[in-house]
């Protein structure tokens, strides 16, 4: 004996194809509906919050570089010390990891940078200046690590805070 | 949806009456265990609350308006319809003036809520709110939202809409309870394809780059200096190992939506994707993201679905 009437279960079931679908454009990378119209949205929406919208390929198509930001906090006079990463657990550090990590999508490079100086200016309220220096990770492959190459942090950019007269950052 | 419907009579009294029955695939008919679906809810509870636990010191640092990554860059990258904690305090302000009350009012239902799923007592409204809650909190550290972030989202969402609190949980009774219905079979059905496009998907994003078949790519992954919990550079020396982990990465994860099916080989590939993560947060320190995928992979394929008794050569 059926719990469910059989026009339930084939609502059941079209809802699952339809969300399945969904998930497969979303692993494909393809937004099914422009969000130029209503139901384009409607439906990024629902791809949003049900995470039907991700792409899998972590690691692929292949492993990125790591970025980093280091800084520096300096006083009026310009002198300036080095900022110990924040102490966090493993869980937190990835995390961090994550944010650095937009460090390479130029874009938002600025942003990040200004974001990470407010944050220096608020854990040493008497720093006048903060410099940010971006890193990459440069790592030989494999051929050139055993042929004696070795890797290192690359400074890429870097950025140059000054606290407003008016105590504005 | 391959679905057919047939006539049967139906023996009335004087006159056959005829009724339309829906015939199912038998992937799709008939009903299974919520045991399943119920495995899924109790691993994904117990590491979300890990984590929650992890990073509970550092709330503000990830998720507080002037936090690592203030507000204003946070909400620039997320589409203005997912909810977020902000939202919450321009809503509250009127009667909560500090804000990082309302972010600590937040993360304390969610951490109720979790406990509240874990233990499955009113478990689909506490599914709902965890899912919610998890969402705007991802939503605001949105910049450090890695993959666990997006698997809790997809996990969450199955528990609140499938029966994840009719098996295991105090809302069936007691511990050893179960129920059988379509909605589980379904709810398992849909999580089954799901990892099979995960992993699909994964794998052919990662065999066109040229790293994972020549082996590099393990050994980027292995020497990034912020994740590698070993010093493994001596495999440099040894390209083979990398090269070996690579294919059988892709191995494993091109062919789970042909051998996960399979009655013979179904176990072995499941142990095999299990194994993977397992090795993902042993060397990478991946460990709640390989936690969440071990407990889907366990709750799809590895938790006996058919009633006691029963036997099938099904997944």
Known sequence: ?169 | MASLFIEPLTAGADVPVRRRTLVLPRFLDGESSARPLAALRIGLAAVLLLQAFTLAPHLFLFFGEHGIVQAPIANALVPASLPRISYLIALLAPYVSDERMVLLGCFGLYVGALHLLLVGWKTRAAAVVVWLLHLSLKTSANPSAYGVFEFATIALFYCSVFPAGAALSMDAGSWKSDSHSFEAKLGMRVLQLHLCIVYLSSGIEKIRGEQWRNGEAIWRAVMRPRFATFDLSWIAAHPLIPLLVCWSTLAIELGYVFLIWPRRTRSLWALAAIGMHAGIAVVLGLWSFSAIMIAMNAAAFLVPRERAGASSTRP
Not at chain 1, 14 to 31: E, K, N, P, Q, S
Not at chain 1, 140 to 164: C, D, E, N, T, V
């Open chain 1, 1 to 169: 004996m059926r719990s469910l009437g059989d026009g339930r279960r084939m609502a059941w079931i079209a809802a699952a194809g339809v969300h399945l679908a969904l998930v497969i454009c979303g692993a494909a990378g393809y937004t099914p509906v422009s969000p130029r119209h209503l139901a384009g949205r409607v439906i990024e929406t629902y791809r949003e919050f049900t995470g039907a919208n991700n792409g899998y390929g972590f690691f692929a198509p292949g492993v990125a570089s790591e970025w980093r930001a280091t800084f520096d906090v300096c006083s009026a006079g310009m002198h300036c010390l080095p900022v110990a990463e924040e102490q966090v657990g493993r869980e937190a550090r990835l995390l961090l990891v994550t944010i650095d990590g937009l460090l390479g999508e130029s874009d938002l490079r600025d942003l990040l940078a200004a974001s990470y100086a407010a944050r220096q200016f608020a854990r040493f309220p008497h720093a006048e200046v903060v410099l940010v220096k971006v890193e990459v990770f440069a790592l030989p492959g494999m051929a050139q690590y055993r042929g004696g190459r070795r890797p290192h942090w690359r400074k890429i950019y870097g950025f140059a805070f000054h606290r407003a007269a008016d105590g504005r950052r």
